[in-house]
T-cell receptor, first 113, second 114 residues
Framework: LAKTTQPISMDSYEGQEVNITCSHN???????ITWYQQFPSQGPRFIIQ???TKVTNEVASLFIPADRKSSTLSLPRVSLSDTAVYYC??????????????FGSGTRLSIRP | NAGVTQNPKFQVLKTGQSMTLQCAQD?????MYWYRQDPGMGLRLIYY???????DKGEVPNGYNVSRLNKREFSLRLESAAPSQTSVYFC?????????????FGPGTRLTVT
């Protein structure tokens, strides 16, 4: 199983770039890496997904090294509204078994003025 | 589109009571999921349905049953509720196929078992 490990919490300030790293040493060849954001009392929301190298969208970038044993979510110029829990998910496409769907423990990001 | 809807939003049960949590999606997704999230914890998969008529156990299936009624609806049943099942339950859905399989989550059902 491609279990993931993330920092429990991180703090930063408005306007800074924040990088959250997820370790997934046992990632399989057909696994994708997906990041979700969750605000209190809400369901998680998709942020970004990648397979290798770098992916960028309007809210974040995802960096994946060649060995794919880790990935880094980069949030540019964070604001107070980015305070949330961020989850790293590793799984195959398509999901061949429910055992492949494993959320990490999440990183609680706090942004200060 | 309403996306993923869940009912009820809140529920209080006594130990031993049963109930069914309802979930529906209007995005024509093939795959649907049930998760639980305990206070301060991450999400744990209870059951998963890749398509209508199929279900698969996740990480924590004990004490739960599911029914994929049709492509839109996926229900979660607690036959005999226990205090350990106090949690927030999230339903999600996604396309199934190669590449992107972003999961869309519902607003959750907060369940308290006393």
């Amino acid at each position: 199983l491609a279990k993931t490990t993330q920092p429990i919490s991180m703090d930063s300030y408005e306007g800074q770039e924040v990088n959250i790293t997820c370790s997934h040493n046992n990632i399989a060849t057909n696994d994708y890496i997906t990041w979700y954001q969750q605000f209190p009392s809400q369901g998680p929301r998709f942020i970004i997904q990648g397979y290798k190298t770098k992916v960028t969208n309007e809210v974040a970038s995802l960096f994946i090294p060649a060995d794919r044993k880790s990935s880094t979510l980069s949030l540019p110029r964070v604001s107070l509204s980015d305070t949330a829990v961020y989850y790293c998910l590793v799984g195959g496409a398509p999901y061949s078994s429910a055992s492949k769907i494993i959320f990490g423990s999440g990183t609680r990001l706090s942004i200060r003025p | 589109n309403a996306g993923v809807t869940q009912n009820p939003k809140f529920q209080v049960l006594k130990t031993g009571q049963s109930m069914t949590l309802q979930c529906a999606q209007d995005m024509n997704h093939n795959s649907m999921y049930w998760y639980r999230q305990d206070p301060g914890m991450g999400l744990r998969l209870i059951y998963y349905s890749a398509s209508e008529g199929t279900t698969d156990k996740g990480e924590v299936p004990n004490g739960y049953n599911v029914s994929r009624l049709n492509k839109r609806e996926f229900s979660l049943r607690l036959e005999s509720a226990a205090p350990s099942q106090t949690s927030v339950y999230f339903c999600a859905s996604s396309h199934q196929g190669t590449g992107i399989y972003e999961q869309y989550f519902g607003p959750g059902t907060r369940l308290t078992v006393t």
